[in-house]
């Protein structure tokens, strides 16, 4: 298996994504197609036949305005990684980039499995049960319709069981209350849709999320966003307050340590890499911020995702359904399973 | 001042609300007007002239449709509560009650300060500067226009000004990027109305709301409950990770203070008062689960808005406004001051 490694997109170009990709390459037993300035990379990589370049010296900033930067950035790390899997001489492309331009790369370069209208980012949050909840969209679509959010249910249910082991994943709407009535329009609308969804127990309340009760939670990705990183918020006021009370304390450094390993688990977008679901291709987002640690967990991320055949997987499901109800994803009910 | 208290909503009816009632009484040295069932509350009151009952036995609760439960249910605390408030017989309502009933109530009861086409609920977060921060609307509207926001962001800079007293009140939009261009529709267009608005800084990300960078944020009712929860989220497995991390340790004992005493802090839905904003009265909305404490602070939050005369300043930002634009509150500028 060969994975795209975009060195050129995030905070900490090239050097950081190399040290991650070389790390990711050692543990996963994996090739590594090094996409950025093959002057800047080559220097970096031992000599291996895993491990090779891609010379797209064009950078993608988070300046860049996404369709654009797509159209004419041609020999930007970007496109030229996206196109290597389109071509098939890579299986998935990780990119700490602008996410905005990673998912325009992905749309013109790759294309959208049929039936989904727009793509989603996932993530998986940690839960007290230790399973996770994955949460779509997050971000790649600050307006949603009913049948966006319906459409990032069916992927959601096929990530929770294809990639997450789930056997019969939970599902539920962010919501701002318990009871059905709850909600803005969009989210009564798509409850209409998800009512004899597989699996579906109702709306969620962002401050549930960690206790486990469900697998997947739907919201528009402007709200899942704001749901990402008003957690992230409350971490870390939360650490900064408790740091400060025992900060003469000689045992604040067990806390310090508890923090940081938490931290980790805690924030995929960061620390990981988050999913774009619904492209023809395995596309994995990670933090413009990642770190070597964290490049080489999304390239896992990327990794598990070829095994389970996400892509197949959400596109037998998207088939299985047309063929039963004979139209595309509009329709009140659905059965995937 | 003489202020009324519902002693028929929420969970801790009626005992645990009249000993909030009384714990006010006599920490802010007012009158307190306490309205549900009489025959359950004056076993509690020890005889004091400015402890009184209004017997209005029937109950909002949770289950109740808003609207039908103020048409249908005149008997209510809720009802008579803020009757009394409007016959000038108390200068504030505070309610532990279904949110939406109470907004409901208030509306019926009030009336909206003129230009303000939807009331909104606005909440204090803490700050690590310590001032605190503003956000409103957290849960009164589900779906709003630019325009609602704009009016959010007026009533937000005179509670700033005159309520915390911020002299030049910062205000934001919650939105999910920095950069001007990001967001979605709503927010997009709601920043056309706040190009000019003084003190308008920009975007917040909700992960930078406690650094203190702003005293307003603004996002309409369904991203700041959203918000809200997932701060709470955020905040409450982090505690519990530490905890559990730190359980066989001495300073578990230090870290389970300094929690308890931040966790007060940070969340005023739950442990104090909201201020609904827009309506020609006082109403502050208490948490649900709100304990005598809770129910303390939030009459204090009402006694505070009374001394600020918050809704004569509401009321003379908005006349001010329109005798300035002669038209009502949809212009792309504005002028508070």
Redesign the interface.
Known sequence: MRIVLDTLGGDNVPAEIVRGGLMAAKAFDLEILFAGDETLIEPLLPPDPKLSTLHAPQAVT??D?PAEAVRRKKDSSLVRGIKAVHEGDAQAFVSPANTGAVMAASLFGLGRVQGIERPGIAVVL?T?SGRGVLVLDV?AN??CSAENLFQFAIMGHVYARRVMDVEYPRLAL?N?GS?P?K???L?KRTRRYLENFPGFVGNI??????QGEVDVAV?????G??????????????????KS??AR?P??V??RH??RR?KRE?DPSRYGGAPLLGVRGITIVAHGNANAEAIKSAVGVAKHAVECDLVGRIDAQLSGYFKQHNRPAKAHTSTPS
Do not use: R
């Open positions: 988070m300046e305005a940690p007290v971000g600050t307006d962010v701002i009871e009535h909600g803005n329009d989210v309340e962002p401050n549930h999320l960690f919201c528009d990705g402007f709200v966003n704001v749901l990402l990183k008003a957690v992230e918020g409350g971490v870390s006021i939360t650490s900064a307050v408790l009370a025992l304390n045992l604040s067990l806390l508890a923090l938490f805690l």
